[in-house]
C-alpha cells in the first residue's frame, strides 16, 4: 500500500521509535524482531465507523429484524441503562474484536451519556487495548417531545454538549504525528440534534483543528426525514451547515445521488462504507464504485455491534467487495481494491496520510496474517487476502508494539474481559 501499490516477496520492514524506518529485502540482518515466513504482511487495517458501546447489545430480540428508525426505538431505553462501567468494557470487547481481525486503528462514535458515562470510558479502554483510538463527541438534542427519535432521557442540552466537546479536545487529543489520541466532534445524526447545533459543533471543531463525522443519507427513511423536515436532501443540508471538507467524514452514505456524489468529490468529504451495517438493516448498497470513481475519500467501518453484530474489520473488507459484485458486476471491485479502502483510504478519511500503508516514514501499524492454514489451502494468490486466507491476525503491530502475537491478545486477558461482557449482558436482559 505504498504510493506503487508494490507487493514485496520475502522483504524486510525495519521500525524504529514507532515508524517505519526502512522496507526492503534482505536489510535486516541481524536485528531482532518477528519472522513472518508463510504470512502476508499489511498494513494494519483502519476502522471509520463504530458504536464500541452496542458490544453489549449483540443480537436484542425486537432489533434483530428491524429497520433502523424501528431499531433504535428498540434498543435506546436498554442504553439508557448504561454506566460507565458498562461503556468501558463493551468498548474493550469492541477494539479487542477489531485488533484480532487486523485493525490498529479506529474511530468511534459515542453519542449518549446516561448516567455519567463520559468519552474517556471509551479512551482509557483504547489506551489500555493499545489501538490507535480516534473518539468522537457524539450527542443528541431533540428528544421525542420535540419531534425526535431518542427519548428524552437520552438527549443532552446543546449548550452543555459543546461545553463537554471543548473539555474533552483540550484533555486528550493529540495532534502530532503517531498520536494515539485524536478527538473528533459528531453530533449523531440530523434526525437527533437542531441545525443549530450541527452548524454550532462545526464552528467549534473548525476553532479547534479537529475532525466532524456525523451519520447522513443512511436509508430512505433518513432521505425522506430530511426533505418533509429540512426541505432538502441530506447533502444539500450538509452544506448549507459547513459539513463537507477534508475534515468531514460520513457514515453510511448509502442513499447520496450524483450531485452529491460530487459535493463530497469537489470538498474532499469522507464516506465510511459501513456494508455489513447496511445489508443488516435492509439499508441498500452504498455507491462505493462511483465514489470512488468521483475521487471521494472512503473508509471502511464496521459499525456498532448492534446491527452489525460482528466486530471483524477484515470480513467487513470482504463484505465491501462482494456487496460491490452485486450491484455493478464482478469486475466492480478486486480484492486489492478492497485492501486498500480497508487501509490507506481509512487512514486518509480519517485525516492520518502517516498510516494505511507501510512506506518509510509512515507509522509502524502493520498486520500480520498467516496463510499456511486451512483458509488458505490450495490458494494461488494469498496476497489476494480477501478472497481466501485468515480472518484473524497472527501478530498485530501498533506503533512499533505488539499488541497480538500467535493470535493472542499481548494486553489484557480475554477470557476474562469476555466474562464480564456477558455477565454484565445477562444483568441488563434480567432488568429487561
Ligand atoms: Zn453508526
Known amino acids: 500500500m505504498d504510493e506503487a501499490r508494490r507487493e514485496l516477496l520475502d522483504a524486510d520492514v525495519i521500525i524504529d521509535a514507532g515508524a517505519v524506518a526502512a522496507v526492503g529485502k534482505g536489510i535486516a540482518g541481524d536485528l531482532p524482531g518477528i519472522d513472518a515466513a508463510g504470512c502476508v504482511v499489511t498494513p494494519g487495517l483502519v476502522n471509520t465507523h463504530h458504536h464500541l458501546y452496542q458490544s453489549l447489545t449483540r443480537a436484542v430480540p425486537g432489533g434483530q429484524d428491524a429497520l433502523l428508525f424501528g431499531w433504535l426505538q428498540t434498543l435506546y431505553p436498554i442504553w439508557a441503562r448504561f454506566t460507565p462501567e458498562h461503556m468501558f468494557t463493551s468498548a474493550q470487547v469492541g477494539l479487542a474484536e477489531l485488533a484480532l481481525s487486523g485493525c490498529t486503528l479506529s474511530s468511534d462514535h459515542l453519542y449518549l451519556y446516561p448516567q455519567g458515562c463520559r468519552l474517556e470510558d471509551t479512551i482509557h479502554a483504547a489506551a489500555e487495548v493499545g489501538l490507535r483510538f480516534q473518539p468522537t463527541r457524539g450527542a443528541m438534542s431533540i428528544g421525542v417531545s420535540q419531534g425526535g427519535l431518542p427519548p428524552d432521557a437520552l438527549v443532552e442540552h446543546e ?200 512506506a518509510p516514514g509512515m507509522r509502524a501499524d502493520i498486520a500480520i496474517w498467516d496463510v499456511s492454514g486451512i483458509e488458505a489451502a490450495g490458494s494461488w494468490d494469498p496476497a489476494a487476502l480477501l478472497l481466501s486466507g485468515p480472518t484473524t491476525v497472527r501478530d498485530l503491530i501498533v506503533e512499533g508494539r505488539e499488541i497480538v502475537r500467535d493470535g493472542q491478545l499481548q494486553t489484557l486477558d480475554l477470557p476474562a474481559l469476555v466474562a464480564r461482557q456477558n455477565q454484565m449482558a445477562r444483568n441488563l436482559r434480567e432488568a429487561t
Open 159 to 358: 449548550a452543555d454538549i459543546l461545553d463537554d466537546c471543548i473539555r474533552v479536545i483540550d484533555a486528550f487529543h493529540d495532534p502530532d504525528p503517531g498520536s494515539m489520541c485524536r478527538v473528533g466532534v459528531a453530533p449523531c445524526s440530523p434526525f437527533s440534534v437542531s441545525r443549530e447545533l450541527m452548524r454550532d459543533a462545526a464552528q467549534l471543531a473548525r476553532d479547534k483543528g479537529v475532525m466532524m463525522h456525523t451519520h447522513l443519507a443512511e436509508n430512505e427513511e433518513d432521505i425522506a426525514y430530511s426533505q418533509e423536515v429540512f426541505g432538502c436532501r441530506p447533502g444539500e443540508y450538509a452544506e448549507s451547515l459547513g459539513w463537507v471538507g477534508p475534515d468531514v467524514w460520513h457514515a453510511h452514505c448509502v442513499k447520496l445521488d450524483a450531485a452529491e456524489i460530487a459535493l463530497f468529490a469537489r470538498t474532499g468529504t469522507g464516506v465510511a462504507h459501513c456494508p455489513c451495517s447496511n445489508c443488516r438493516l435492509g439499508s441498500g448498497i452504498a455507491p462505493v464504485r462511483a465514489l470512488r470513481d468521483a475521487g471521494v475519500p472512503v473508509g471502511l467501518g464496521v459499525d456498532g455491534s448492534a446491527s452489525n453484530d460482528a466486530g471483524n474489520l477484515v470480513a467487513e473488507a470482504r463484505q465491501a467487495m462482494l456487496l460491490q459484485r452485486v450491484a455493478n458486476g464482478a469486475d466492480a471491485m478486486s480484492a486489492r481494491e478492497a485492501l486498500e479502502i480497508a487501509t490507506r483510504g481509512g487512514a486518509d478519511v480519517l485525516g492520518r496520510s502517516e498510516c494505511g500503508r507501510i
